[in-house]
């Protein structure tokens, strides 16, 4: 007979830290997304993210753990949800690099001429740019 | 000393202004959806490209700032390493500081 009383009340114990750890990884991921957010939102991600990715990992690893530990049905919901946000946000820190070919302009050059469609469609010549400071930006789009 | 915005993004016309009303932004906006001005400067993304769903861009430009002078030589750049940062403003103001005071 595998149910005893002390395997009952182990089995407990395991469920109830398992939840713990659950809950602990929720409240970590979705604290550290917030501040994730807030930080994209500002323009302000620091160059070094390595504590965002250790964050990340600790949250998806705590969420695992409560998964082996066992847990009550909240404490497993709560830990699929860190799981699920710790490894999304490592996946976008990982694909998030940025690079450009060889060839591409550098300090020194001079611009190239470029036609373009500027806002309202209309066609555009950088040949109306001459004589002008200026400061050309290029981004990703408008999301 | 007068400097000309000039932005340039894979944005279609109707998003530009779309998007004009929102951020107020004083510059010319350029619409470069085919990255042609994009690989005219040589910034097309090498890297992984990563866009939200139901967008349909196929590679993005690499997020950067240029000054350039009256003759076309470009004085100052900067190039984002990583998509998720970019330099604020008080980067570019110290640039113009350097460059053209």
């Known amino acids: ?143 | 000393m007068e400097v000309q915005v000039v932005t340039v993004s894979t944005d279609h016309p109707h998003e530009i202004r779309e998007g004009r009303s929102a951020h107020g932004l004083q510059a010319l906006m350029l619409s470069d959806p085919d990255l042609v001005v994009t690989d005219a400067f040589g910034l097309r993304n090498q890297g992984y490209h990563s866009a939200p769903p139901g967008d349909d861009t196929e590679v993005l430009p690499v997020p950067t700032s240029l000054l350039v002078d009256r003759q076309g030589k470009v004085l100052w750049m900067d190039k984002s390493e990583n998509y998720q940062r970019r330099s604020g403003p008080e980067v570019v103001r110290a640039a113009l500081r350097e460059h053209l005071d």
């Open chain 1, 1 to 143: 007979m595998n149910s005893t009383p002390e395997a009952a009340t182990e089995k407990s114990r395991s469920k109830k830290l398992g939840t713990i750890l659950g809950l602990v990884a929720f409240a970590i991921a979705v604290a550290t997304v917030a501040l994730w957010s807030r930080q994209i939102d500002q323009v302000a991600i620091p160059e070094n993210r390595a504590f965002f990715v250790a964050v990340f990992l600790a949250a998806a690893a705590l969420g695992i753990t409560a998964f082996v530990a066992g847990t009550r049905w909240f404490g497993g919901l709560a830990a699929v949800v860190a799981i699920f946000l710790g490894s999304l946000l490592l996946l976008t820190v990982a694909i998030s690099r940025q690079e450009v070919a060889a060839e591409a302009i550098q300090v020194g050059d001079v611009i190239p001429h470029f036609t373009s469609v500027d806002e309202h469609g209309q066609p555009f010549d950088s040949s109306s740019l001459q004589g002008h400071i200026l400061l050309i930006k290029f981004f990703r789009a408008h999301w």
